[in-house]
């Protein structure tokens, strides 16, 4: 029977408690100082009436107090919903409003909980109070944001028993098992709404290991300073910290996500940091599906993004990929509409065009949905295109995404004017970034008069393209 989170990661704790959980800077948190951390929060929670299935958000900067309360909002059995910090005013207030209950240890417009004051009133009787684990397997346990066509972010709901299978070590494929030797000193760099560091963090703490926080280093200068061993990162920062002169001798393991790495930087990679590097390709709506292993690159199979996960099914339909896995969402919260444009008979069609070859391998020829990926984030270009059309000197705008070294892909957006006078492109920039993410602003906004169309007569965004590429 699989032991719902977060019992894995409590367990671990209760086990070991002076290994060293957290390492940030000078500080260290030991397993059995998170454990007490956890059991504060369960207990302060419960006196501002939090139970089971209510809707927690999380506005949550880095650091061990931060995922002490995402363990303690699951073992009350919670609806977490955690928010990205790089959201806009307007982002944040809708994501917020999917919750019923708001933890912060940043400044929000809405009532709160204050993280810090949870900790300081929990007082020491709480070291008496067990840990509950009242969580259900088809309870929804995550709220994972995507960026959503409207600029609104969509909420993947995933269960319980969908989220506990990652952290279950007898459960993980070979594959994984493996990667996982290296992470006895992991860097988590971002907070904890991805699903990717959240799940990390957990599955390194299961594992023994210990989480180091960069504590405002640059993650090259984090590496080489605290030792680490094992580091996720989109491409593009990949690609930075390949440029960097700092000492990566201590990486054991190096997981890519967010968006494919091409062969080029793969290649580089594995001849910097030798045979440690692994690429994961996966949805928020999915979790992983597939895996490129070390080995995969080093047999000249990099274009590919790797063989998908055991428990993972994978088929073709007119192109498009569609999976099947016990991690899908069970829907996106709220949103019927847009649950049955993805979800089908169990399957999930993720939108992005593919197919397996001959070996078994997974790959990617394009996208099915007009998105860019930005440090990692989707970011729909209708929404952008929507945004800058609302300007009153902007008559249309196109938005396309080319390959960025810094950022993996960058926005670059294309406005025709609305009579005589050209928009100034700052304010452009600033209208994005008030109603969307940081990462929507496009990178270059550029005034034309005539949009070049296809010879089916819609908008050529591949010419547009061209002009930002040549």
């Known amino acids: ?21 957290f390492e940030v800077g000078r500080r260290t948190v030991t397993y059995g100082e998170l454990l007490a951390m956890v059991r504060q929060l369960t207990g302060a929670l419960q006196r501002a009436g939090v139970s089971r299935g209510t809707g927690v958000g999380l506005v949550l900067s880095l650091s061990p107090e931060a995922y002490a309360a995402h363990l303690a909002a699951h073992a009350l059995g919670c609806r977490v919903a955690a928010a990205r910090l790089g959201w806009s005013p307007r982002q944040l207030a809708r994501a917020l409003d999917l919750v019923d209950v708001v933890v912060t240890d940043q400044l929000v417009d809405r009532p709160a909980l204050a993280l810090g004051e949870l900790l300081a009133g929990a007082g020491s009787a709480a070291e008496a109070v067990p840990i509950p684990e009242l969580a259900r397997p088809d309870d929804v346990a995550r709220l994972t944001f995507t960026s959503g066509t409207s600029g609104a972010p969509k909420a993947c709901a995933h269960t319980y028993r969908a989220i506990s299978l990652a952290h279950q070590r007898d459960h993980w494929a070979p594959a994984l098992a493996r990667l996982m030797t290296g992470f006895q000193r992991c860097l988590i760099s971002e907070n904890l709404a991805g699903p990717v560091m959240f799940t990390y963090l957990g599955r390194t703490l299961v594992g023994g290991g210990t989480v180091v926080l960069p504590d405002g280093l640059e993650v090259p200068q984090a590496i080489e300073r605290y030792g680490v061993t094992a580091a996720l990162m989109p491409p593009a920062r990949l690609h930075q910290m390949l440029g960097a002169s700092a000492d990566l001798r201590s990486l054991r393991a190096v997981v890519i996500g967010g968006s494919p790495a091409g062969p080029h930087i793969l290649g580089a990679a594995t001849r910097r940091l030798g045979p440690i590097v692994w690429q994961g390709y996966g949805q928020g709506e999915a979790g992983v599906i597939s895996m490129l292993t070390p080995k995969d690159i080093i047999t000249g199979h990099d274009d590919t993004v790797g063989r998908p996960l055991p428990a993972v099914q994978v088929a073709e339909r007119d192109g498009e990929i569609y999976v099947r896995s016990p991690h899908l969402m069970t829907g ?75 950022t993996g892909e960058a926005v670059h957006a294309f406005v025709v004017p609305a009579g005589g006078s050209a928009p100034d492109a700052e304010a452009l920039r600033a209208l994005v970034r008030e109603r969307l993410s940081a990462n929507s602003v496009p990178a270059t906004v550029k005034v034309i008069t005539e949009v070049p169309l296809s010879p089916g007569g819609k908008p050529d965004k591949n010419a547009l393209l061209r002009t930002v590429t040549r």
């Open 1 to 21: 029977m699989v032991m719902l989170f977060p019992g894995p990661v409590l367990e671990a704790l209760r086990a070991a408690p002076g290994r060293a959980a």
């Open 332 to 406: 996106y919260w709220n949103d019927p509409e847009q649950t049955r444009e993805v979800l089908h008979d169990g399957w999930l069609r993720t939108r992005d065009l593919g197919y397996l070859d001959d070996e078994g391998y997974l790959r990617l020829t394009g996208r099915a949905r007009d998105v860019i990926m930005v440090n990692a984030e989707v970011c729909y270009a209708g929404a952008i295109e929507r945004v800058l059309a609302e300007h009153p000197l902007v008559a249309q705008a196109y938005v396309v995404g080319a390959p960025d070294q810094e």
